[in-house]
């Protein structure tokens, strides 16, 4: 298997942009100094970026690169459906070791594609550099809204309600399980758990339809972790939350991961956990046209809470009680100790 | 002076996108899952995106993190100008150790956004991660350009002639002294090559006056050296190209760096130097145009050369002797030994 050294940089950059077919919208694709987009005419555009930092973002030992390159693109393609855009077009900026195999970064490219191309976008350009340390991989996407139609984190209102898609917790769980049990959290009652981490998928095709009911005012996607991303809805919007815990959705493999791992099932829920579901504020009014879309596209949409004036965080319990809530979600500059 | 570890992550992120005044064409800026922007009618987007690794693109014995951002910043808007294309938006991903000082980030962000701002663009997004090893920094750039108007590398023909701006090889001669010299290579005899390594400016106001004359026929930017770039203009045009080495410009601090390296001239004028100085084919019909376009920018623009039919690239030394030339250019993968 040739490494990057091997090929050289002329011969990997003309792998990495050999046969790629004409793409809707691209005038001029990757090999010229930059790439040729055209724009639909009536829509803005929305410009997101997300990096992957191997041993921080990903694990090789826990992800094969195809898988990394998936993920990448899941992160990006979960920002635009935080906005309600269509993702169009990506650049893909590579830090690799020379000494790496060619085909693991053909894979990592492959991942990311493929995983764009099923929502419709294409890379159109990218850059690849040298590393000596921890490879990594940066993706900025862009996509399309029409114009004046996008979601934003400062649109919720006292009122309102708060609804999360899926489950979110199962990633950080996923990520907690392969760190206490190693090898171990391969086995098939895990499994679901750790695809949650390593296999996210963006909630962009309900997004879009979700737009078009007009009930969103307010969405965010949940990268950090329900409470520290709703913290920051709740910031930018001048709103506090309520969430009620008894309206959670029920999981039980979250559940019994909380047994297992020994934390609490609402520290699994709230805390630390990049599942790429989103966060939204909804019109009271409109709940059942949500529901109604979520379920034709087969997705969980719980209502969790709702959006009030105070600001800050609370969870109401089942009985009644109701307690300050402390964001605390992923720090990329905490240290260990 | 803070660390990153010090302030944590979101207080980083808030004073990275403080004070932001708004921009035209900027609907939505940092702060929310992406950035919205509106494209203007009639044009067609452009996009490039280039990284920075620390020890391999910059030296932070050489280079304060605002210069780094400056250079970075160029790196990028040369590629637009490549393209004839005006800039608009950027996207700016980092990584960072938690040791690493904030002010130092800021520094480099901002040497970014003024060096963007000369030329009319702004950051409206990006992306702040952790790492342990070298830092790095990824600039995604969007530019415009009327609709059909963009230079390629792929237009030149054969008789077209072959101009370069500035005088090529000025940053590689700075870079090999410093590794030469060391601090030996910040005497004043050897500033103006060390700010022709650390401080180059994009051929922009120049490349989108020349466009207007329609007299370029293919353009490219010089990040590698010319022989190497100029290469990959060839394969793209399906031309060959032949330098005629007694019109090169003359440079006595280039001739001066010759001798005191031991490296003939000619391998620092065409050898690895990311001068971001344009190589160009130029319709010989118009010639005069482009050259008065130069002479009003102030910007030296010499016509060293034509393409020809056969592929590959000659010299035609000044007693008219042609032989042919290896191209040579920076290699990221390539080892020391």
């Known amino acids: 298997m040739p490494t990057l050294r091997d090929l050289g940089e002329i011969e ?23 790439a040729v987009l055209d724009p639909s005419p009536g829509t803005e ?30 992160a990006n393609l979960s920002d635009l459906a935080a906005m309600a855009a269509t993702p169009r077009w990506a650049l893909l900026s590579i830090g690799a070791r020379p000494e790496s195999e060619v085909d693991a970064l053909l894979a990592l490219q492959r991942g990311a594609e493929d995983r764009l191309a099923r929502f419709g976008a294409v890379v159109v350009g990218g850059n690849l550099t040298s590393v ?12 399309e809204v029409p114009a004046g139609r996008y979601w934003t ?64 005012k307010a969405a965010m996607d949940v990268s950090d972790g329900v409470a520290q991303d709703l913290a920051r809805l709740c910031e930018a919007s001048g709103v ?6 008894g309206e959670w959705p029920d ?4 559940a019994r991961a909380s047994h297992s791992l020994g934390v609490p099932l609402e520290a699994l829920r709230l805390g630390p ?22 379920a034709r596209h ?6 969790v809470g709702r959006f009030i004036e105070e600001s800050g965080l609370s969870v109401r319990l089942a009985g009644g009680e109701v307690r300050a809530l402390r964001p605390k979600g992923y720090d990329a500059f905490e240290g260990e100790g």
Chains 1, 2 share one sequence.
């Open 273 to 294: 956990s990049d599942d790429y579901e989103l966060v939204l504020a909804v019109d009271p009014k409109r709940r059942a046209a949500c529901e109604d879309v979520a």
């Open 132 to 143: 000596s340390g921890a490879e990594w991989a940066s993706l900025t996407l862009l996509g």
């Open 45 to 74: 555009l929305v410009a997101t970026t997300d990096a992957f930092v191997e041993g921080a973002h990903y694990l090789p030992a826990w992800s094969a690169p195809e898988r990394t390159g998936a993920r990448l693109a899941t």
């Open 251 to 254: 999981d039980s493999e979250l």
């Open 240 to 245: 506090g939350a309520e969430i009620a815990t």
């Open 298 to 303: 087969g997705v969980a949409l719980g209502f």
């Open 153 to 216: 984190r400062s649109g919720a209102r006292p009122g309102d309600l708060l609804a999360i898609t899926g489950s979110p917790g199962r990633a950080g769980a996923g990520l907690a399980l392969a760190r206490r049990l190693e090898a171990g959290a391969r086995s098939p009652e895990w499994q679901a758990l750790l695809d949650a981490w390593l296999e996210p998928e963006p909630r962009l095709d309900l997004a879009l339809d979700l737009a078009s009911t007009g009930a969103v």
């Open 12 to 34: 990997v950059l003309r792998r990495l942009t050999a046969d790629r077919s004409p793409a809707a919208g691209v005038a001029l694709g990757p090999g010229d100094d930059a």
